[in-house]
């Protein structure tokens, strides 16, 4: 057992950024599952979009936002993250990120790119690997800070929690302790709700347990616990999120009794690179900012077809796109669709894109004179446990940012970069509220002895099982809950996916805990809480396209909020 001051869950922009700031005023212990840089910041193609042209504003950004969000943003929300951006894009400079640099008039500045969605240029990137250079910067100050402690291949379990709710996976005085399945009736409430700290909710969050390398169950005591954990791409059978995003966070929060909202709206990027021997567990994303820089969509007989789907052609929001493109696919009967940039001059392309440029060479394909073969893939939730404007969930004592976290500013669709930014700039605010709470947070006390069973670990047998059914989820999950969905393939999804949360309900009781199994049981129950929400809503809104409901109603222009 380990205490400290702040715990931090997850090790992206937003738990990095969360960290460097608390470790100025106290103990960090950061937890990751595997190294520092596994994480979904470090795929980030495109950059952090903030209005800072003198050609931009902060309403037309604003109102870009809104429009994406499908009548579901929080407008305080998405003012907040604009209007503070170029303060923290300021920031991430001082402390040692790259981007990429302009002259102009002889005057040196940040290069702006556009990408689908913006009506301007204001996209600040590092070439086409800005979230490898965000990390790597902050990994490195992490690394040096005496106040830091990363403990790496280390996953998180659950949440410890002051009376914790009568459902929890974990397993305690030897009972197993049923899985809490079921989701209470959606409530209607916006996702920028203040909480009352210390009030009102009267459990607290006084940090988590976790697996070891070696397989033991380790508390880690915190006054404040921040959930930094991504997303939970690895759900669906094609992904450019990394092997780790399989929603731990998410379910963890879930099942501490966190509200949670709008997990009907996964976003799918229109534009993976399709090859057959490529692996749809984490595909290789080809960047909207291709699509910004004149990249345009063609059919296989060379057909631009973007015009006929939106006034902003090649450049529409994302969902529009991967619909098209979806569509495209169907009524053609072909596996992908190509995307040509060979319109702009070869060096261009390879100064500006050079990660895509020598990731397709690998693959045969020289994308100054080829085009490139792209499909639709699982890529941001824009769903979470629902936060304040501070991060705050309704349990006292816990925090959350970036991806696992539902701060109003998504809505029904993400607008391209704003993920990086509202990580950024909500975590900043997480700890500031965090550093002004932490003198009158009291030392959390011993949490209860922690017993699992004594069965076999890593056997073939589970593993088979495992992986068996992890496929299983993520395939269901692609062909019943993807792009296009209808009441008849949510409810299939749905028993299917309770059948198999009873399977893994047994697993549990008879093996030692893995990382395998938690990642398991976390998909499974982000699968069906996907689904509960998708069926809730009556409507097609944003990245939620439903046959038996294809039109926008104005009455629905809420949040589906759930709590257990």
Not at 143 to 162: F, G, K, R
Request: glycine share 8%.
């Amino acid at each position: 057992m380990r205490r400290a001051d702040f715990l931090v869950i997850g090790s992206g922009i937003a738990g990095l950024s969360f960290a460097l700031k608390a470790a100025e005023h106290g103990s960090v212990i950061l937890v990751t599952k595997k190294q520092q840089t596994e994480s979904a910041t470090n795929y980030a193609q495109g950059g952090i979009a903030v209005a800072m042209d003198e050609g931009d504003s902060f309403n037309q950004h604003i109102e870009d936002t809104l429009r994406a969000g499908a009548g579901l943003c929080s407008r305080k929300a998405v003012e907040v993250m604009v209007q503070e951006g170029p303060r923290r894009i300021a920031e991430l400079v001082t402390e040692g990120v790259e981007f990429s640099y302009l002259y102009k008039d002889g005057k040196r500045q940040l290069a702006l790119g556009r990408e689908g969605g913006h009506t301007r240029d204001r996209i600040v990137h590092r070439a086409d690997f800005t979230g490898r250079e965000v990390e790597r910067a902050l990994v490195l100050l992490c690394e040096q800070h005496p106040n830091i402690e990363i403990e790496q291949h280390s996953a998180a379990v659950d949440l410890i929690v002051t009376q914790p709710p009568p459902s929890s996976l974990l397993l305690k005085g030897g009972s197993q302790v049923g899985l809490g399945r079921e989701v209470s009736e959606s409530e209607q409430s916006p996702p920028t709700s203040p909480f009352n700290r210390r009030g009102g909710d009267a459990r607290c969050c006084c940090g988590a347990y976790a697996l070891t390398p070696d397989l033991h169950i380790e508390p880690l005591l915190a006054r404040v616990t921040l959930l930094a954990t991504g997303g939970c791409g690895q759900v669906y059978l094609h992904t450019t999120n990394p092997p780790i995003a399989t929603g731990d966070g998410l379910a963890m929060a879930w099942r501490a009794g966190a509200s949670v909202a709008n997990l009907e709206f996964m976003q799918f990027h229109p534009t993976a690179f399709y090859s057959t021997s490529a692996s749809g567990a984490h595909a290789f994303l080809i960047s909207e900012a291709v699509r910004g820089f004149g990249g345009v969509l063609r059919t296989s007989d060379g057909t631009p077809f973007m015009q006929g789907h939106h006034p902003l052609a090649d450049l529409a929001p994302r969902d529009i796109v991967a619909r098209a493109i979806d569509r495209e696919m169907k009524t053609r009967g072909e596996d992908f669709v190509f995307l040509d940039i060979t319109a702009r001059r070869p060096d261009e392309v390879m100064e500006r894109f050079p990660s895509i440029y020598k990731h397709c060479l690998e693959h045969g394909i020289d994308i100054t004179r080829e085009w490139i073969p792209v499909v639709p893939a699982a890529h941001y939730m824009c769903g979470g446990v629902v936060t304040d404007l501070y991060g705050r969930t309704n349990i006292n004592g816990l925090y959350a940012a970036g991806e696992v976290a539902c701060s109003g500013v998504h809505g029904a669709n993400r607008l391209a970069s704003n993920s990086l930014l509202e990580a950024v700039v909500f975590s900043h605010r997480a700890a500031e509220d965090a550093i002004k709470a932490l003198p009158g947070i009291a030392q959390p006390p011993d949490p209860p002895d922690l017993k699992l069973p004594e069965g076999p670990s890593a056997s073939d047998e589970e593993w088979v099982l495992v992986s068996h059914d992890r496929f299983e989820i993520r395939k269901l999950m692609w062909d019943y809950v993807g792009i296009v969905r209808s009441n008849l393939r949510l409810d299939r999804a749905r028993r299917r996916v309770e059948l198999m949360r009873d399977e893994i309900a047994e697993i549990t009781r008879r093996y030692r805990l893995t990382e395998g199994l938690i990642e398991l049981r976390n998909l499974a129950l982000i699968a069906s809480l996907i689904i509960k929400c998708a069926l809730k809503r009556k409507e097609s809104r944003g990245l939620h396209w439903t046959t038996d409901y294809p039109e926008m109603k104005e009455g629905r222009a809420k949040d589906t909020v759930v709590r257990k």
